[in-house]
């Protein structure tokens, strides 16, 4: 009965305009690199041209490892932040919103290396070079648009599980593309 009298509209104030603009995304790049500056894994999910996506994976990696291990995992650059940490021999970084929150989002990184770990048994830089496609499944299943979907690890590696079942499926039938991988 309320609401036919009143009119409904966002409450006034800054906190409820950021909180009602769904418009921005959680993370905007997830990259993976090595201590001498290889890219071992990239991910986009913000539409980003082709020569710009090089130019940014070229800046941010190369401002990430100029960094020594004493400083804040924390960056701020044109108007986003990067937040990254090193495992071993890995940087997992991240770029995204200044307003967003870098220790969830250091959070999310720690989660996809435990699952990371989980799978292949203490992973290496090997195992994401070896296995990328591996890797990425793992990070799409985790992440959707740039958001974290799914927390439980255990989900995560039963539909790992599940897409090894069905890949070792697909290598047992006869076709003639496994004919030519039985050959090789």
């Given at each position: 009965l309320v609401s036919r009298t009143l009119p409904?509209?966002?409450?006034?104030?800054?906190?409820?305009?950021r909180a009602a603009r769904r418009d921005r995304?959680?993370?905007?790049?997830?990259?993976?690199?090595?201590?001498?500056?290889?890219?071992?894994?990239?991910?986009?999910?913000?539409?980003?041209?082709?020569?710009?996506?090089?130019r940014v994976v070229r800046e941010v990696s190369s401002m990430v490892l100029g960094r020594t291990h004493k400083l804040c995992n924390f960056i701020e650059w044109r108007g986003k932040k990067i937040v990254y940490k090193r495992y071993a021999s890995l940087y997992f970084v991240t770029l995204i919103d200044?307003?967003?929150?870098?220790?969830?989002?250091?959070e999310t990184i720690h989660h996809y290396v435990e699952n990371l770990d989980k799978y292949f048994g203490n992973v290496a830089e090997l195992d994401i070079i070896f296995n990328f496609h591996k890797a990425y499944y793992i990070l799409d299943e985790l992440l959707i648009g740039g958001e974290l979907q799914e927390t439980?690890?255990?989900?995560?590696?039963?539909?790992?599980?599940?897409?090894?079942?069905?890949?070792?499926?697909?290598l047992k039938r006869d076709t003639p593309l496994n004919r030519i991988k039985l050959k090789v």
């Open positions: 409904w509209r966002w409450p006034s104030g800054a906190g409820w305009a995304m959680g993370i905007e790049l997830l990259l993976l690199v090595n201590r001498q500056g290889k890219v071992r894994l990239t991910k986009f999910y913000a539409d980003v041209d082709k020569k710009d996506k090089q200044a307003e967003d929150n870098e220790l969830i989002t250091l439980s690890k255990r989900n995560v590696l039963k539909a790992a599980g599940a897409q090894d079942d069905m890949m070792e499926e697909d």
